[in-house]
């Protein structure tokens, strides 16, 4: 893959496809997870790409998320019909994928995961989760916190963006995927204690 040609490819492509505000993120997205690329020893390339196309579904409407879901077996759980906005990561991914250009398996899986996150997450994947929730442009509780912890301690800064963003969805009362609770307990898990959790 020429990973440059397919990124100005899809940096013209995404401004057409998606509204200033989203495709700006974006580029926020990509600039954040290339200073977190080193963190996970992630590869630059594959980084500033999964980034950019992150949010390859996001401009596609609710019935039609859910339609080009079902008709590829996207739907893993119910969770996602019922919240389909959960969709736009394995939409963007398949999309990605049907559009031919993409065929790096760790830059679709960033597409595919980067809103519920998953165990066993690539160096890539984690950059890209982690870039979307701190990128400059957010704004929301604690969240100068967790850019600090992810760039000092990217493993706990991980953790703590799960476990916050699983507060959020109870205190909201939103529906919360199981892959998110299962990505949370893994990462709790892989860093073997929780003494080291505290800020």
Do not use: C
């Given at each position: 893959?020429?990973?440059?040609?397919?990124?100005?490819?899809?940096?013209?492509?995404?401004?057409?496809?998606?509204?200033?505000?989203?495709?700006?993120?974006?580029?926020?997205?990509?600039?954040?997870?290339?200073?977190?690329?080193?963190?996970?020893?992630?590869?630059?390339?594959?980084?500033?790409?999964?980034?950019?196309?992150?949010?390859?579904?996001?401009?596609?409407?609710?019935?039609?998320?859910?339609?080009?879901?079902?008709?590829?077996?996207?739907?893993?759980?119910?969770?996602?019909?019922?919240?389909?906005?959960?969709?736009?990561?394995?939409?963007?991914?398949?999309?990605?994928?049907?559009?031919?250009?993409?065929?790096?398996?760790?830059?679709?899986?960033?597409?595919?995961?980067?809103?519920?996150?998953?165990?066993?997450?690539?160096?890539?994947?984690?950059?890209?989760?982690?870039?979307?929730?701190?990128?400059?442009?957010?704004?929301?509780?604690n969240v100068?916190?967790?850019?600090?912890?992810?760039?000092?301690?990217?493993?706990?800064?991980?953790?703590?963006?799960?476990?916050?963003?699983?507060?959020?969805?109870?205190?909201?009362?939103?529906?919360?995927?199981?892959?998110?609770?299962?990505?949370?307990?893994?990462?709790?898990?892989?860093r073997g204690t929780?003494?080291?959790?505290?800020?």
């Amino acid at each position: 893959m020429d990973y440059n040609s397919i990124y100005n490819y899809y940096n013209d492509q995404l401004q057409k496809i998606l509204t200033p505000a989203r495709y700006t993120h974006s580029m926020r997205v990509v600039q954040t997870s290339l200073k977190l690329a080193p963190k996970f020893d992630a590869d630059y390339q594959k980084t500033a790409l999964a980034a950019l196309v992150h949010d390859r579904g996001k401009e596609i409407g609710v019935n039609q998320l859910i339609k080009i879901a079902e008709q590829a077996g996207l739907i893993l759980d119910e969770a996602e019909t019922s919240h389909p906005g959960l969709l736009h990561g394995p939409v963007g991914a398949y999309l990605l994928k049907q559009e031919g250009k993409i065929n790096d398996e760790d830059i679709l899986q960033a597409v595919r995961f980067h809103t519920t996150g998953r165990p066993g997450m690539s160096s890539i994947e984690k950059a890209v989760f982690l870039a979307d929730l701190i990128e400059p442009g957010r704004d929301y509780p604690n969240v100068d916190i967790l850019r600090k912890l992810s760039f000092n301690e990217p493993y706990l800064g991980l953790v703590k963006a799960l476990d916050w963003t699983l507060e959020y969805l109870m205190r909201m009362g939103w529906v919360i995927h199981p892959l998110t609770v299962k990505t949370r307990n893994y990462y709790l898990q892989k860093r073997g204690t929780t003494r080291s959790l505290k800020i």
